[in-house]
């Protein structure tokens, strides 16, 4: 079926219902605070600079309260080493760090109604500094809560040694790795995925083998953002996960080498090298990281069968136990060069090429209504995934010269990424009822994705306190898959007509946007625009099935910060976004996981639109409590279908609608000065709307939470020690109940000295992340329980070499971000 030149026009009768409510409530709520609080807050700017002169660039900047040292806000500075941020009026302390240096302390300063201008900070390349006569560590939080986004900073704690940033990520504030290997945040799933501001282009299982090959002694910080701004791609209901990769900063040439071998029921051995040269106004950086990691997945699935919605037609008890292992080789390699003060170029190519076989062996038996067995098999599967991925980026960033409001700067992208898919099955099934027979699955499958993208942004401060941000960015996706399968019997290999085929999808998406912000004492207001327009055709070469879209989105954002008093401060975010459908969900291949169950894609998906409203309040600058709604059209659902052939296949649908309702509460506390606890409460409901083509109609909604914390011990003479865990109470999701589950982590560190660090982690102490989950249909009820390698100890070691002075170094973002989520896999 061809569905020809589709246009939606989505800024219809939702939007304008959605913004008046919310402007209401904003009203409300705001508007006494902006006749009360107009002078309760100031601006604090200054610079930093390194001890033998020269501006730092993003050096992490943290404003504190001068009673107790408690984070207030955090900020980086520019290429002039310069920073600008509002607080309310009060007494502070400022701290700067940057990687290479100890953490330097201001003087305690009292904030004043007009703002100040604060002497240059300025950072020596030592591992502590001295204030009044007390030496003070440069230590950071693990993780901190900001207005708009959370912050893991996984550099250097003890429990990212030796593990995957999968592992980082599933102990994270509010994210949850299901059973599927999807990603949720606050509970939602649809999340844009970056990488040091790349879009990732897989979702799903091939994500997180991608995660599980990138190990976490790269990574410097998580970033999970829910309501982003204008700037970023629209893509991403559920907000953004951005993971930013180390970099070091010191001159000349220098680096660093880290090795971790890991124990669960099997191995996990990970190794790597990083490599830094910086000289003048050139750079020159690479990073390459082989793991060995092998694991296994018991996947146990009990099934019911019904003829109509209260008669039992026959039941199937199935259990899958499969053993993988992973080799991959993750490189990076660039350079960034300065021509001048104001105007930098930097080339990027990177690439990961991993392997990943594996063997299976699944038993199925299946009874009649009156529990008698009528089918039983044994199936052995043998699998192989290839999957060589190369990615390029240039950049250029130019910066105009300052006037007397400030410096306007222009940055561009251009981007090409290439991923490749290899796949083959080999399922050999043993029959011994009704009658012994021997039926034999061969399937072969190459995938090519290719992406280009470019894009520009421009900076200028105005007047009367106004920044414009404004951009413009083009993609375009090729992706050609082609799938073999043969069926072997009496050993003739003869084509599967039925299963074989071959599909293109190209994907066109032209965007511009346009954001102004104001900040003044006590408010900040920004107010951003993106509009979207997208073209896509999908054909499939054997069969009548395709489709041509055509469509044009705008995506309004609008936040709103406001000072109540010294003490208490709100926020307000709305925005409107979208979540495309990945190219693997629209691609009508079956994925084989036993002879009687298959994946496939939907070619009828449509996106998904999302309205999302925030508002938080902070209590004593560090107590942050918030309420959310969001609310989402035609969403996209994993759900499990009868085929023709009574075969179960888990497929995507678009439902109705989906409401979600959320409230959080983060506590970040210091008891002691050894001391650091995180505490974070995520409780949320979701219902869903509409119904299958079946009848089946998704359950009603439960409150559910994600419960986290984080304690940080600081032990003295090198000695560190962090303990974590999250409890996930039960929920509904769909079509799904989902039991309760949860984890918990401890990790020790010792530094040798100040180049070499030894880190100790036990992960999924008591083996409490098995996922098990109910899913109920009109034709099917389905219960699995899922188990994998979890419980894991890892030892870790880390040594740096080269010098230790410490040089500016270049912020890098890159254009291609918003395609490369959704080559494969569901959301």
């Known amino acids: 079926m061809l569905l020809h030149n589709q246009l939606i026009v989505s800024m219809s009768l939702p939007l304008p219902s959605f913004l008046g409510r919310f402007s209401a409530v904003a009203a409300v709520v705001l508007f006494p605070s902006l006749l009360l609080a107009q002078t309760q807050t100031a601006t604090l700017q200054g610079t930093v600079q390194a001890t033998s002169g020269g501006a730092l660039e993003y050096v992490t900047l943290t404003l504190h309260r001068a009673a107790d040292s408690v984070a207030v806000k ?225 996947l146990n699935f009990e099934r019911t069968f019904y003829q109509d919605a209260a008669q039992v037609s026959g039941r199937s008890i199935q259990y899958n136990d499969s053993r993988s292992h992973l080799q991959s080789h993750t490189w990076r390699g660039g350079l960034d060069y300065t021509f ?61 010269a300052a006037d007397s409001l400030g410096t306007p700067e222009l ?21 011994e009822l009704p009658a012994p027979r021997t039926t034999r699955l061969l399937g072969d499958q190459n995938g090519n994705l290719s992406i280009w993208s470019g894009k520009a942004d421009y900076i200028r401060p105005l007047r009367h306190h106004l920044r414009l941000e404004a951009g413009v960015k083009s993609s375009y996706v090729n992706s050609d898959n082609d799938v073999l399968f043969l069926n072997e019997m009496d050993g003739q290999r003869v084509v599967d007509a039925g299963k074989t085929n071959q599909f293109h999808y190209t994907e066109n998406i032209n965007a511009a946007y346009a954001s102004l912000s104001r900040m003044r004492p006590g408010l900040t207001i920004t107010a951003g625009l993106r509009g979207e327009q997208t073209n896509v055709t999908g054909r499939q070469i054997m069969g009548a099935m395709g489709f041509d879209r055509n469509y044009f989105q705008l995506f309004p954002n609008l936040s709103l910060e406001r000072a109540l008093s010294e003490q208490h401060r709100l926020a307000l975010s709305l925005s409107r976004r979208i979540d495309r459908p990945t190219y693997n969900q629209l691609n009508p291949f079956r994925s084989y996981v036993d002879a009687t169950s298959y994946r496939a894609g939907n070619p009828t998906l449509w996106p998904q639109t999302s309205f999302v409203a925030e508002l938080t309040h902070t209590f004593k600058q560090k107590l942050v409590t918030g309420l959310s709604y969001t609310r989402t059209s035609r969403p996209i659902l994993n759900v499990y279908q009868l085929d023709a052939e009574r075969l179960v296949v888990a497929t995507n649908v678009n439902l109705s609608a989906e409401h979600y309702y959320a409230f959080t509460f983060t506590a970040p506390l210091k008891p002691t000065k050894w001391l650091n606890l995180y505490a ?20 009603s909604g439960r409150p559910a939470a994600i419960l986290s914390s984080n304690a940080s011990f600081a032990l003295g003479h090198g000695w560190g020690l962090d303990l974590n865990g999250n409890y996930h109470t039960p929920e509904r999701y769909g079509f799904e109940r989902v039991r309760s589950f949860g984890q918990a982590t401890a990790g020790v560190q ?35 329980r899922n188990r994998q390698d979890s419980r894991v100890a890892t030892l870790a070691f880390n040594y740096r070499f080269g010098n230790d002075k410490v040089a500016p170094a270049r912020k890098r973002a890159t254009g291609a971000e918003d395609e490369k989520r959704r080559a494969s896999g569901v959301q």
Do not use: C
């Not at 251009?414 to 029959?431: A, E, I, S, V």
């Not at 974070?680 to 359950?699: K, T, W």
């Open 411 to 431: 940055t561009a992208d251009l981007d090409y990424g290439h991923y490749g898919t290899t796949r083959t099955l080999d399922l050999l099934t043993n029959y």
């Open 74 to 298: 955090t900020e980086f500075t520019d290429a002039q080493g310069r920073y600008l941020l509002s607080a309310p009026i009060g007494r502070y302390l400022i701290s700067g760090a940057m990687v290479g240096y100890g953490r330097t302390w201001s003087k305690p300063f009292e904030l004043p109604a007009a703002g100040l201008a604060l002497p240059a900070l300025q950072l020596a390349p030592t591992a502590a500094t001295n204030l009044k006569g007390v030496t003070v560590t440069g230590e950071k939080a693990q993780f901190e809560r900001l207005a708009d986004r959370t912050i893991v900073n996984v550099e250097g704690t003890p429990l990212s040694a030796g593990n995957t940033t999968l592992d980082v990520l599933g102990r994270a504030p509010g994210v949850t790795v299901g059973g599927n290997d999807n990603l949720a945040l606050r509970g939602k799933q649809g999340l844009l995925i970056l990488i040091d501001g790349k879009r990732v282009p897989l979702t799903g299982t091939e994500l997180a083998d991608y995660l599980r090959a990138l190990p976490a002694e790269q990574v410097r910080s998580i970033e999970l953002i829910t309501n982003p701004p204008a700037k970023y791609d629209a893509q991403g209901g559920a907000g953004i996960i951005a993971i930013n990769l180390k970099k070091d900063l010191r001159l000349g040439t220098n680096g660093s080498v880290n090795t971790s071998y890991g124990r669960g029921q099997y191995g996990k051995f990970t190794s790597g090298l990083t490599l830094n040269h910086r000289r003048k106004g050139l750079n020159l950086f690479g990073t390459y990281t082989y793991a060995d990691r092998q694991g296994f997945q018991k």
């Open 340 to 400: 001048s003060k104001n105007t930098q170029m930097g080339v990027v190519v990177s690439g990961l090429g991993s392997r990943v076989p594996s063997t299976g062996d699944n038993t199925g038996l299946f009874l009649d209504a009156q529990s008698l067995p009528r089918a039983r098999y044994r199936s052995d599967n043998q699998r192989n995934l290839r999957t060589p991925n190369q990615t390029a980026n240039v950049s250029v960033r130019h910066l105009f």
């Open 750 to 784: 010792k530094s040798l000295g100040s180049h070499a660090s030894l880190r100790f982690n036990v992960a999924d102490i008591f083996y409490t992340t098995p996922l098990r989950a109910t899913s109920t249909y009109v034709p099917l009820q389905e219960t699995f």
């Open 680 to 699: 974070n409460a995520e409780v949320f409901y979701i219902y869903f709307e509409g119904q299958l083509s079946d009848g089946s109609r998704p359950l």
